[in-house]
């Protein structure tokens, strides 16, 4: 079991700040007279510090919608009554914030009452499994990225290989969402650019069913809401660092030797308002610098230009050479420097507008124990994202406002050892050598293979949202997404008929593939969220249409089409998918401590891109040594059932159980065929199918005094 020692030294510079964000929730409730309970028409409600506000109807009732995550002051005035102010009601994206009022009656003018909201305990518009992950919450917690966080939560677990799965499904079934835009890597999953922990105003973990407006997701949703500049200028920097160490050096080599600079971080934010503006333009910037050795060592035992020979039936024949240092080498290194700016600008009460641009730029290396010996054999992998979001909100009336999004984002990783495919390191790393030993240490080399990715994504979405009465909260959107997919494979060789010099081959042989696409996804919904009383119910329907357009084999015989058909006829263009699927959820009290949810979906989720164009000329050799794309997989697709208990124990534990089924149709799972010239190759194919059945459980203890926690199972 290893553990994390940390020598960590906090500059904070902290002032008051707000945060006002894309992803939104509401304030709801009724104002009455304290003595006579009757129900005030008109009052003016406003949360302090904004431009936001309402005034109640002829039930007494108002709502102020569009309002961003965080914790406000909420004042009531009334003519011929005390204000009051509620202090702290603190606000969630996507949930209705509960604040009743009862004035009382003055005929002289009076200070406001002020009265602190107690947080709600339990959320009575629950329909499914969420939890919410506030910016205290992250400075709470000893975490250091987005990954930390989310293995807290119930229901996620870690593989081996980092990557994280919802309820028993596949890494990459989960989409993450930034300020309502999705940013998920189209090749294979998980985030496309980098979300630093104090750029995060809330993140939401929604794991069980999801509204409509999500979509190409099977098992959750990640939804990040980022902040903004407030007021005041806020500034903030913390350096630390710090080293591994375990008891088990047995196992993990070089793990005693600690180095107080081994792991490395710097972080820094910066935010406020610009003056010469009014006050109307607002800024938030962060960086990052992260630098890590981390706790897997290797030794360099041998170096690239080291040999063996086990081809003799004697093992006294064979020959190792070794000249390496026997340096201890960090073999799961990584580097990271990421940036965020976010610029707000508010010209008149109706209309906002903000630009937000992240930036992240990696390397890191990955683990393989056959080359602990050689360590220098391994690539390394380079990543570069960027992250453009432009979105303009304008209210048309109290009860209604409309967005529009525009985002563009750019990920690219390379993965080699050298740059250059001639380079010497190649020359004296590449040997014919042939061992016939099994499970021993990688003698030499470097690997002579190298990984081009690049893909681009240009969307845009608009969306409409407007609380129709008191009781129809009413949302509908529509979704364009164009991909532009770049990937090029292959690797250096060296052989006899080119005089052992090395080489390349072109885009015709096997060893060498590349391919350009550009997918169409369009998606559209709507929701309804209805709240008589305490009674909820979310909703709505979607539609899903995803366009590959590309080819597959028409003969499956002769995938590479070496008989040399006409190309309009050993190729057919795939298919375009289409979806519609339902989303309820209900949500109602059992008691004035306890309410149940019950909800169900259908959702819709194209196979990473990576299956689909993988090997794209069908190019086939040997006996199940080749594999290849298909751009005509059908849609995954699953059904979601889920029942949830939330129930107030004492006055500080709140009990969250929920049990729930997936019904999975469709998962890309592969097929073997034969060619004509009987080689064996794969086929990615829709032949997996699955259920999972699950119980989590979850006990908050709420904050009392300095102390909170939670237990989940």
């Avoid at 496309?192 to 973990?205: D, F, K, P, S």
């Avoid at 940036?339 to 937000?356: E, H, R, T, V």
Wanted: hydrophobic share 35%; aromatic share 12%; glycine share 8%.
């Amino acid at each position: 079991m290893k553990m994390r020692l940390l020598l960590a030294v906090f500059l904070v510079f902290t002032t008051s700040t707000s945060v006002i964000s894309g992803t939104t929730g509401k304030i709801a409730g009724t104002v009455r007279d304290a003595s006579s309970r009757e129900l005030l028409v008109s009052a003016n409600i406003t949360i302090v510090g904004t431009t936001l506000g309402a005034s109640s109807d002829v039930n007494g009732y108002y709502c102020i919608l569009n309002v961003s995550p965080g914790t406000y002051d909420v004042r009531v005035s009334y003519i011929g009554y005390q204000p009051m102010i509620k202090k702290r009601v603190s606000v969630s994206a996507d949930r209705t914030t509960s604040v009743d009022y009862e004035l009382s009656a003055s005929t002289v003018t009076m200070d406001a009452v002020e009265v602190v909201a107690q947080r709600e305990v339990i959320i009575r518009d629950l329909t499914s499994t969420v939890s919410k992950v506030s910016s205290q919450d992250i400075r709470n917690l000893p975490v250091e990225n987005i990954g930390d966080v989310l293995q807290l939560q119930a229901g996620i677990t870690k593989d081996a290989s980092g990557q994280l799965h919802m309820r028993g499904g596949r890494a990459s079934e989960v989409q993450y969402y930034v300020d309502g835009m999705s940013v998920t890597n189209p090749f294979g999953g998980g985030m496309a650019v980098a979300v630093q922990n104090n750029n995060i105003q809330e993140m939401q973990v929604i794991s069980g069913t999801f509204n409509a407006e999500y979509g190409q997701a099977m098992s959750g949703i990640v939804n990040i809401v980022t902040k903004d500049g407030g007021d005041d200028v806020h500034f903030s920097l913390s350096v630390y660092a710090g080293d591994f160490a375990s008891t088990r050096n047995d196992v993990f080599r070089n793990i005693d030797n600690i180095n107080p600079l081994a792991q490395k971080f710097l972080e820094g934010t910066l935010s406020g308002p610009i003056r010469l503006f009014g006050e109307k333009l607002h800024y938030f910037f962060s960086g990052r610098y992260r630098n890590e050795e981390n706790w897997l060592y290797g030794r360099r035992y041998y170096t690239p230009a080291d040999t063996s020979d086990f081809t003799s039936n004697d093992a006294s024949q064979w020959t190792i050479q070794h000249t390496g240092d026997n340096a201890f080498v960090p073999m799961n290194p990584s580097k990271e420097f990421s940036l965020q700016g976010k610029i707000s600008y508010q010209p008149i009460n109706a209309l906002s507008l903000s630009y937000n641009l992240i930036w992240d730029k990696s390397q890191s290396k990955s683990y393989r124990h056959a080359y602990m010996l050689s360590p220098d054999y391994l690539p390394t992998s380079y990543s570069n994202g960027m992250n453009h979001l432009l979105r303009v909100t304008h209210t048309l009336s109290p009860k209604a406002f409309h967005e529009l999004k525009l985002s563009y984002y750019d990920y690219g990783l390379d993965r080699y050892v050298n740059p250059n495919p001639f380079d010497s390191i190649y020359d004296i790393g590449i040997h014919r050598s042939q061992s016939i030993v099994q499970d021993v240490f990688a003698i030499g080399g470097v690997d002579p293979s190298f990984l081009y990715r690049k893909s681009t994504t240009a969307a845009a979405k608009y969306e409409l949202t407007a609380q129709v009465n008191r009781y129809h909260l009413l949302k509908m959107g529509a979704e364009y997404r164009q991909h532009t997919l770049t990937e090029e494979m292959f690797s250096v060789r060296k052989d006899e008929g080119t005089q052992w010099q090395l080489r390349v081959d072109d885009l015709a042989s096997l060893a060498h593939n590349y391919y350009r696409r550009k997918p169409l996804e369009l998606a559209a919904y709507a929701q309804d969220k209805i709240e008589v009383g305490d009674f909820i119910v979310n909703v709505g329907v979607r539609f899903d249409y995803f366009d590959p357009k590309s080819v597959v084999p028409a003969r499956m015989d002769d995938p590479g089409n070496k008989l040399g058909s006409d190309p309009s006829v050993a190729y057919r263009s795939t298919t375009r998918k289409t979806q519609v699927s339902p989303r309820i959820g209900l949500a109602f009290p059992m008691s004035a401590n306890g309410t149940i949810h019950a909800s169900y979906g259908q959702f819709f989720q194209i196979p990473e891109f990576q299956r689909l164009y993988e090997n794209p000329e069908f190019e086939v050799v040997g006996r199940f040594t080749t594999f290849i794309g298909n751009a005509d997989l059908e849609a995954q697709r699953t059904a979601i059932y889920e029942i949830g208990l939330q129930q107030l124990l004492g006055e500080n534990f709140v009990l969250n159980a929920t049990c729930y089924s997936k019904d999975y149709r469709h998962l890309a799972g592969s097929k073997l065929f034969k060619t004509l010239e009987q080689d064996e190759y794969g086929q990615y194919a829709n032949v997996d199918y699955g259920n999972v059945w699950g119980l989590t459980l979850a006990l908050d203890v709420q904050k009392t005094g300095s102390v909170s926690g939670s237990v989940d199972y």
